[in-house]
């Protein structure tokens, strides 16, 4: 089954708008990681956020980590139209869990309108 | 850093047909994942290896499929008596440690 699930599946905004992206999970994790997909290409990087952070920034993205709840929040602030894409979270289970992989969920699908 | 490559980028084959897939991780990087994406899924994790070290299968991960990463560098995913069911993009992505995760554009596969 899946680690990751995110919320929503798809998110319609306008240009200008803020993006809330959230990502729940199961089992304890070493870290967790966002990526952005534009239709038909690769995973691009966003943010690593590791299980003793509770928040971390990088330009317009902001992500949360809530360990308790076993929860991360993906924010993009001031959405451009270039920001249309898929997002995924990423869940890297902790060294407990003897399994080392990345568990993507099967993210949220972001329009934003111009 | 010049990023993770793939290569071919596209590849059409016909059942049945062996292909290969190459994957040059970022430079020093320990870590090489391989995963496979349908439309609308997420990533599905197929192997990883750390170093030269196959140390992880998923049970993806058929008896037609195997991966190999001899020196520690590039890596190889064969597949093998391809069937319609393996069309799909292939991914690879690379780490050090367990650092960020940084992927590969793909390989998408069409299997006719």
């Known amino acids: 089954s899946q680690q990751g699930e995110e919320d929503p599946q798809a998110l319609s905004i306008q240009e200008g708008e803020n993006a809330t992206m959230n990502c729940s999970y199961k089992t304890s994790i070493n870290n967790l990681q966002w990526y952005r997909q534009n239709s038909g290409r690769g995973l691009v990087h966003l943010i690593l956020i590791r299980s003793n952070e509770r928040e971390k920034h990088s330009g317009r993205l902001r992500v949360t980590l809530d360990t308790s709840k076993k929860s991360s929040s993906l924010l993009i602030t001031a959405s451009r139209a270039a920001d249309t894409a898929s997002y995924f979270c990423a869940t890297d289970l902790s060294l407990q869990g003897g399994s080392e992989k990345l568990v993507f969920g099967k993210g949220t699908k972001l329009t934003v309108n111009p | 850093d010049t990023g993770v490559s793939q290569n071919p980028r596209h590849k059409i084959t016909k059942r049945g047909q062996n292909v290969t897939f190459r994957c040059d991780p970022i430079s020093e990087h320990n870590r090489l994942y391989w995963y496979r994406q349908t439309l609308g899924q997420g990533p599905e994790f197929l192997t990883y290896f750390q170093n030269e070290a196959q140390l992880e299968k998923s049970r993806l991960l058929s008896d037609r499929f195997s991966a190999e990463r001899p020196k520690g560098s590039f890596s190889t995913l064969e597949i093998q008596r391809t069937e319609q069911g393996d069309s799909a993009m292939y991914l690879c992505?690379?780490?050090?440690?367990?650092?960020?995760?940084?992927f590969g554009p793909g390989t998408r596969l069409t299997v006719t």
């Open positions: 992505a690379s780490s050090k440690d367990r650092g960020n995760t940084y």
